[in-house]
């Protein structure tokens, strides 16, 4: 109770209130993470293969407990960094000033900083979906490079997208302003 009371929305002086969602991906993502591993975890062996070789055959064996313990940390690590540094710069007051004539609110860079962690979390999920179908079924639904590249190639659609959309509003809004030159 009293870590939740630590992160209550409330503006201190000249900072920001914390928002959850600020955080809300990476959350999404770890709930994801935990709902497969309750599905998952009466499925599995005593002894679950966590590495493979490029055929698929398992190289390393850890016990059922040792093998959540080893895919979910990673993962509340991930959320304690994203949670830190967005809870932290509200507390500063790093971002309290949007930039001049910039159209970007501090708000929005928040949350694009606390959920670009859900990316590495993504790729923490496939691999942990992986390993508990190889070791449930004997069957390997994608392999490492495989997660990596879906993840990434969604990056690069969210971050083309965002990218688009400030592009497009700077250009809207360096349209709509007087030019100062010919007045001179």
Do not use: C
Not at 26 to 32: E, I, S
Not at 48 to 64: E, I, M, Y
Not at 123 to 142: G, K
Request: aromatic share 12%.
């Amino acid at each position: 109770m009293v870590i939740f009371t630590a992160f209550r929305e409330t503006v201190t002086g000249k900072g920001l209130a914390f928002r959850w969602t600020y955080i809300l991906l990476p959350l999404a993502v770890l709930l994801l993470s935990i709902i497969l591993a309750i599905y998952f975890y009466p499925r599995l062996p005593d002894e679950v293969a966590t590495h493979f070789r490029p055929d698929g055959t398992p190289t390393r064996l850890l016990s059922q407990g040792m093998s959540l313990a080893w895919l979910l940390a990673p993962q509340l690590f991930l959320i304690l960094i994203a949670t830190g540094t967005t809870w932290g710069i509200t507390k500063i007051g790093l971002l309290s000033q949007p930039a001049a004539d910039s159209g970007i609110r501090p708000q929005w860079i928040l949350q694009f900083m606390g959920n670009a962690f859900a990316l590495p979390q993504l790729v923490l999920f496939l691999v942990m979906l992986d390993i508990f179908s190889y070791n449930s079924y004997q069957v390997h639904i994608m392999p490492l490079w495989a997660s990596v590249f879906i993840v990434v190639g969604l990056a690069t659609v969210i971050f083309a997208t965002l990218l688009a959309m400030l592009i497009a509003r700077a250009r809207k809004q360096f349209a709509n302003q007087p030019d100062q030159t010919k007045e001179q």
